[in-house]
């Protein structure tokens, strides 16, 4: 087994070579920008094989993961600004200081004090560094899916005190908004309809942040179950030899009840 470190030097090592005059050509032609899509598309992968429940398909893809990190690393390192090193000791600077309650005297009891002390330091650290008093919902990325967004804006209301008394509320809202869609729909107001939809999704993601769930993740299984009683229906109707457009609503409606008992 590999000492501790031996590990990290030997990737940056590589990479170095890699990305050397006599190295891969591929590899240095790349830039940040060129990087973006493979960097989504490794975290992405990190989550699937955290779901598959496969420990040796984890530790690839967080080795891919990481590869992203040491590339872009050393891309900035070549231009002269920051290298690897420095993005290690600015994240462990950062943990060290947003956990006094770890490395300090403060004394918390819950993981909600700890969120609302890591907002407080946050805050501190970005007026010390002469910003101006940020938004508590500005600096969430843009390029989060839109349900996730939606979700981390919720949550950090809600740690600032801008949030529902209990679920009751959280439903009404809910129905107030549906009555909304409606009503534009009834007026035939394109515009309008788009608007209230907008407001009705924000409304479903808050009774899912207020129950305690991510509504990525929600959507992303509901959708998994839907892709595999389909899958079934689809089955059922080529076992058939008639052609799924042939079959009636309520035909197709009963293949869809036998998926669902079948699972």
């Not at 000492?3 to 590899?27: H, I, Q, S, T, Y």
């Not at 600077?93 to 956990?99: D, G, M, P, S, V």
């Not at 908004?177 to 394109?190: F, G, P, Q, T």
């Amino acid at each position: 087994m590999a000492k501790a470190g031996e590990g990290m030097e030997r990737l940056l090592a590589v990479m170095r070579k890699l990305r050397a005059p006599d190295g891969c050509p591929w590899d240095i032609k790349q830039t940040h920008e060129s990087l973006k899509s493979d960097l989504i598309e490794e975290a992405y992968e990190v989550i699937d094989a955290i779901e598959s429940g496969d420990p040796s398909a984890l530790e690839e893809e967080l080795g891919d993961l990481l590869l992203q990190v040491v590339f872009h690393a050393q891309i900035s390192a070549e231009a002269g600004e920051f290298d690897f090193d420095r993005v290690a000791e600015g994240i462990s600077e950062k943990l060290i200081r947003r956990h006094p309650h770890v490395f300090g005297e403060v004394e918390v009891s819950n993981a909600d004090e700890v969120l609302k002390n890591w907002d407080a330091i946050k805050k501190i650290e970005k007026q010390g560094e002469g910003e101006a008093p940020k938004s508590i919902v500005a600096g969430i990325p843009k390029h989060l899916p839109a349900l996730q967004k939606a979700h981390q804006i919720q949550k950090r209301a809600a740690r600032a005190g801008f949030d529902w008394d209990n679920i009751d509320d959280v439903f009404a809202k809910l129905h107030e908004e549906i009555d909304e869609v409606k009503e534009a729909i009834s007026r035939n107001h394109e515009e309008d309809t788009r608007d209230e939809l907008g407001d009705l999704l924000f409304s479903v993601v808050n009774v899912s942040r207020f129950l305690g769930h991510n509504p990525e993740e929600l959507l992303n299984q509901n959708i998994k179950k839907f892709v595999r009683r389909f899958q079934l229906v689809e089955d059922q109707v080529h076992a058939s030899g008639i052609e799924f457009k042939d079959f009636s609503p309520e035909e197709l409606d009963n293949f869809w009840r036998r998926a669902k008992r079948e699972e």
